[in-house]
């Protein structure tokens, strides 16, 4: 027979994982008709029913149990569908678990139990239960007197919470005019408080059940941490026994047990004696141990003590290191010979060392750095860092400059017998070591000789390596690919150089051995002086790039500025490679030195010549422009002069630039002036011959005066000195143009010829400022082409028109006339 539903179905729950007792919300299909429908639920194998709250038929809450499985389904059996399936399943956590005996670092916070106060469906106690409305009906309390009522029920009550309750009275006292159907609501609702107070008392079973369960897993587990309780405090016994009788142990042979402690404390203090003490006595008393334990200490005493002796090797070899260190070091009973000569003066004793001086192990270390930095990305800010070649030359100085000063010392105490003396060594042995020092001199001269040398070597292979044969390029090389060095940085290197070969002088030494540090300043100098001339010329070569044509106050751009501060940087540059310090040689008198550098010297004018006629040849330069490239000739440079002096065929060449420049300006000016001419006055066909009485000067020559004095204008911002020469020469082809066409007419009228008249008498007067003879002669040939006036009614009429004339253009015939106005910047 079929079932009338379809059995449970759980399609999800939430969590879908976690530790017993977790709350869970159930959800699927067919999950039952009501709470009394639900007769079994489990959850990974654990029966989950006592916990179970029926909400819906599609929703069921309840806790999940301590379960054995890890993982299971959710079973859902209903009355009205039977045993149920499950599409999903729950993780079970299982927390480590904490008796109430052993130690925990976590803070273990309380179940938060089930109340089941706090549910809506779980009932409360009747005793805390006290509703003001048990039927839950609207109240109607009639008018019959309390005494009334006692008389007619003695002895009862209409207090629901009475042992003597009477619901009669309760009902005449609240309900008096109720009605039936009000009265069977109440009925109703009494019945499901009733079936609510049962359920409560159920749930309220089941809230106590996480409870019991949890006490019952503590209850199980404490017999096991008992036992294992009194087995702990029997074994700590065992342990304290131990751990006395290993102390006794530490107590009597303290001294060795704490040795290799004592030892890196001291080193670190610095007090080596004490350090060789206490291992000269261990020695005695342990070197030949055969117990295992010292003879573990004793061998971790020894890995000190070889620390030590490569410490004391290393702080002798370190740089810098004060000459009271480095004798400190060497009188050290465990300071290796060795360490000793590494410095040179072992070099004098029986056993020598074949390792590299210092400037070898640091030119060494420099070329792996040099190929280390090929190979690494450079910084974004490298071009404004010493460069690396400046950088390995001043450590070199430092090294020379810091440390020969006590390697000297330290040989004279070597020699002298102060070294020796110092360490309590016997007279005998005190003046055999001073025989051996003296007789082995040379060799110290030959570490001298070998340590400038190699300085030497390594600064050229940085900055000349061209001077090196190539055997040794290999060893002292390896800056091919950095960026040459400036005559700035090269003039800092020379200083460095000088100082380290200062330094050497003061200490005395021969200058047989100091002749190569010598022969590689004045090849640096001359290096120098070299290198800063062609740079030079490099930056003059870029200064037609730089040029924006933005004239000062004096009409000139900023190229001549440029070019200023070119040579005053190069002269800034030479002052260190030209002064001569004492023992040097000047080395501008070294005849080829002085060849290439006049040749140099003459190049950076010519580099600059090429600069200037660059500009001037661009297509787009426009006239104006010419102008300044004109004002930027080098006769005008008078603070360059002073500091250097180029060759008159520079100058020359100079000129003859200047002299192009002007005449192609005058040309591109003068020619557009004097062509407009010819066609002004025969516009509208003029004719000599046949003209009216003259009005006033025509539009021809107004316009022409106007065209000069934009050319005025245009020459007068970039210079005022200029405009003479400039207008003189427009002035001379203008009138040289009108003297020409007056003398082609073949004849005048009396009218003509008063209006030619007019018109170069008023071009005259008007540019008379800027007549040269040239022009001066070419106006009086014109005029006396020209018929001579006839009447006073003439030279009046003349002179009248000629008033009229400077009237009206007075405005524009200012600029003509001398001035000390100063060009305004534009």
């Known amino acids: 027979m079929s079932r009338a539903r379809q059995p449970p179905l759980v399609t999800g729950i939430s969590p879908k994982e976690g530790a017993a007792w977790t709350k869970v919300t159930i959800r699927g299909e067919n999950l039952g008709t009501g709470p009394a429908d639900l007769i079994g ?63 925990s670092a976590v803070w273990v916070e309380e179940m938060n139990f089930y109340d089941m106060r706090t549910d809506r469906n779980k009932g409360i106690s009747p005793l805390s239960l006290r509703p003001s409305n048990p039927l839950g009906i609207e109240i109607d309390k009639g008018k019959l007197p309390q005494k ?128 060789i003490n206490d291992y000269e006595k261990a020695k005695s008393l342990f070197g030949n141990t055969e117990v295992p334990v010292f003879k573990k200490v004793y061998a971790e005493v020894e890995m000190k003590i070889g620390a030590l002796r490569s410490l004391l090797l290393e702080k002798l070899l370190q740089t810098p290191s004060t000459l009271h260190d ?62 690396q070649q400046v950088q390995f030359v001043e450590k070199l100085s430092d090294v020379v400059i810091g440390q020969l000063p006590n390697f000297w010392k330290l040989w004279i105490s070597y020699v002298n017998g102060s070294l020796f003396s110092e360490t309590g060594e016997k007279s005998g042995q005190v003046e055999k070591s001073k025989k051996n020092a003296r007789q082995r001199q040379n060799d110290f001269k030959k570490m001298i000789e070998e340590m400038i040398n190699r300085l030497v070597k390594l600064v050229r292979g940085a900055l000349l390596p061209t001077t090196l044969p190539q055997v040794e390029l ?55 002086l070299m290198v800063s001339l062609l740079h030079t010329t490099e930056d003059v070569k870029r200064l037609a790039e730089k040029e924006d044509w933005v004239v000062d106050n004096e009409g000139i751009t900023s190229l001549p500025s440029q070019f200023e501060q070119c040579m005053v940087l190069m002269l800034q540059s030479l002052k260190e490679p030209l002064e001569i310090k004492p023992g ?50 080098p006769d005008r440079f008078t603070g360059v002069h002073e500091g250097f002096s180029p060759t008159s065929v520079s100058l020359d060449a100079v000129r003859e630039l200047d002299r192009k420049l002007f005449e192609a300006y ?64 427009i002035v001379e082809s203008v009138a040289d143009e009108m003297c020409r066409l007056m003398q082609c007419v073949s004849s005048f009228s009396k009218n003509g010829a008063l209006q030619a008249r007019l018109e170069l008498c008023a071009l005259r ?3 008379a400022t800027y007549l040269n003879s040239e022009s001066s002669a070419s106006f009086n040939l014109a005029l006396e082409a020209l018929p001579p006036l006839q009447s006073g009614a003439d030279k009046k009429l003349l002179e009248e028109l000629l008033n009229k004339y400077k009237s009206s253009m007075q405005l524009q015939l200012t600029c003509f006339q001398p001035s000390c106005i100063q060009p305004v910047k534009r």
Not at 368 to 374: A, M, N, Q
């Open 41 to 103: 639920l489990s959850i990974c194998g654990h029966n989950c029913l006592l916990t179970a709250e029926w909400m819906s038929a599609s929703k069921i809450v309840c806790r999940v149990g301590p379960a054995k499985d890890d993982k299971g389904e959710i079973i859902v059996t209903t009355k009205s569908g039977g045993l149920g399936t499950s599409t999903v399943s729950f993780k079970l956590l299982r927390p480590e678990r904490i008796g109430i005996l052993d130690q």
């Open 148 to 275: 009334d009522i006692e008389l007619t029920f003695p002895g009862m009550s209409g207090d629901f919470t009475s042992e003597n309750f009477s619901a009669t009275w309760y009902l005449i006292e609240n309900h008096m005019g109720s009605s039936f159907e009000q009265l069977k609501i109440g009925a109703n609702n009494l019945k499901k408080q009733a079936t609510k107070k049962n359920e409560g008392s159920l749930a309220y079973v089941k809230g106590g059940l996480s409870t019991f369960f949890e006490a019952q897993d503590a209850l199980a587990g404490a017999s096991d941490t008992a036992d294992t309780l009194f087995q702990e405090v029997l074994g700590r016994k065992d342990k304290a026994d131990s751990t006395r009788n290993a102390l006794n142990v530490l107590q009597r042979f303290k001294f060795l047990f704490n040795l290799p402690l004592n030892i890196e404390r001291n080193i670190q203090k610095g007090d080596y004696d004490v350090v």
């Open 326 to 387: 480095q004798k400190r070091y060497i009188r050290s009973p465990h300071c290796p010979a060795r360490a000793i000569s590494y410095l040179g003066v072992g070099a004098l004793d029986q056993e020598g060392d074949t390792r590299p001086s210092a400037l070898g192990r640091l030119s060494h270390t420099a070329s792996l750095k040099r190929g280390g930095s090929l190979r690494t990305p450079r910084p974004s800010t490298w071009r404004f860092e010493t460069p």
């Open 474 to 528: 290999s060893f002292y090389g390896g800056w091919e690919n950095k960026t040459d060095l400036t005559g700035a940085w090269l003039t800092q290197v020379i200083h460095i150089v000088r100082a380290c070969h200062e330094a050497l002088s003061a200490l005395e030494i021969p200058n047989d051995l100091q002749q190569v540090i010598q022969d590689l300043l004045l090849e640096l100098r001359v290096h120098c």
């Open 584 to 633: 040097e040689i000047n080395v501008l008198q070294i005849d080829q030195v002085q060849d290439q550098a006049t040749e140099l010297s003459m190049n950076i004018m010519k580099v600059f010549i090429n600069c200037l006629e660059q500009l001037s040849t661009k297509s787009d330069i426009d006239a104006s422009r010419n102008i300044s490239v004109d004002l930027s000739s």
């Open 666 to 729: 005058i040309e591109r000016r003068a020619d557009p002036i004097s062509g407009s001419l010819e066609p002004g006055i025969y516009a509208g066909y003029f004719d000599w011959k046949d003209c009216q009485t003259p009005t006033g000067v025509r539009n021809y020559l107004k316009e022409a005066l106007v065209s000069i004095i934009a050319v005025h204008a245009e020459v007068f911002t970039v210079s005022k000195d200029l405009v003479p020469r400039v207008l003189s020469q």
């Open 765 to 767: 007067d008007a540019v």
